[in-house]
């Protein structure tokens, strides 16, 4: 079981890094233009560019719990923002410092992107990057006029917005008919990791963090099912020689092996996702699959159909679970829509 967490761990961070080294890219395409001298009327877009891929970093590496990311990225937001509104005169320094924490924030996202298991080089990437996050977080705050962290004004705002998007969405699960349960239940799983960002000390919610949630779930959902439709194949084709008997029993025995790993992996990746019912099937075929490879219990041809029937509907039923959390995420979004363009507007 920790095998087949791991697994989906490593997808889960590979997502991560692949869509931070696009946002990492545009930052630096934006920065270089503001840097050799953009056109006036184009600085506040590059501006607005920057400040937006950062904050979807952060936001992002909040989910997936890179803290030490997480608040190298925002330590160099307040600099930013203060070029971006002419509170402070953008000068050399300023752009060694916002170029020196990309250039630390890039290098760590490209290591997480080519770590042949990233679940084990998290641990010492985080060490690493948390004093790089301090040293950042210093170099700014020595910077005239801006704070290593955002005022209390942002914070109380931030709780504010929080509050308004817990509520929306309070109001969203209380108006859902009651044939619609059991549901996905997207909107509790969001305000729990809503709840988790929180906790770090580095940042609050924003709506960034909420939109970069809500890609998250939608990455999450598109894995489970590619997974559950590509490893249920194996399993199809296990219990296909099952039936025809054919093989020598050390060989269906290494087949019976394979079908178990892969029914643990869809297993923990079934829980990850919140599909309770398919993961409760797939426990019970794996204690089948155990009693026939290790205790030699044996399956009728009918008995076998059976539960071949039953794996084949186990993609259909993954499908619709998708299909359904699709549609919770596009009622979400609508439910947030006018608080996440409104905060938006502000920034």
Known sequence: MASSEDQFQEEVLKLFAEESLEWVGQIKTALQELETGAPPDREPKLYDTVIRSLTN???SA????????????????PLLQAMHSKKLVAQPEHFATIR????????????????ESKTVVVANLESIMQMQADHIQRVVSKLQGVAPSPPKEDAFKERKFLAMVVEALLDLKHARPSSLEPSRNLIEFVLRRLHRVLDQETTGITAATVSSLLHQIEGLDNHFLEETQGRLAVVTKVLANLKSAGGKPESQKQKLQDALREISFL??????VGAMTIAQFLHGLEILLLEVAYKGVALTPQRVNSVSTRVEAVSTLAKQWVEMGRSEKAAIEKALATLLDASLAHK
């Open 62 to 77: 909040a989910t997936v719990d890179l803290a030490a990311l997480q608040k190298l990225a925002l330590a160099m937001i």
């Open 57 to 59: 970093l952060m936001g």
């Open 100 to 115: 020196q924490g990309l250039a630390l924030l890039a290098s760590a996202v490209q290591v997480l992107d080519m770590a």
């Open 267 to 272: 297993y923990e990746t079934a829980r990850d």
